[in-house]
């Protein structure tokens, strides 16, 4: 079975979606990093499953990065609660 780019695909779109009704055309906010993580999972075998991790960004700054990823974790905790 072929990669479902669509899944990658819809969820930039609503970033960029989400973004636009909360920024609109604010000139004075700008997209300064972005960071993708996708988990794939890959069948084996029979009854085997290798899963793999994939990421990118586009930081300079490593803390910087780890800053943004921390801030992610809290928001995704902090929504199901």
Do not use: C, W
């Not at 000139?27 to 009854?47: C, D, F, H, L, S």
Request: proline letters at 1%; glycine letters at 6%; hydrophobic letters at 45%.
């Amino acid at each position: 079975m072929p990669l479902d780019r669509s899944i990658l695909g819809n969820i930039a779109a609503e970033t960029m979606k989400e973004l636009e009704d909360v920024y609109g055309e604010d000139e004075n906010a700008e997209i300064v990093g972005a960071i993708t993580v996708v988990y794939v999972a890959q069948q084996t075998g029979e009854n085997q499953i290798e899963l793999a991790v994939r990421k990118r960004h586009n930081f300079q700054d490593v803390n910087l990065l780890m800053g943004v990823l921390e801030n992610a974790k809290m928001q995704v905790l902090l929504t199901r609660l």
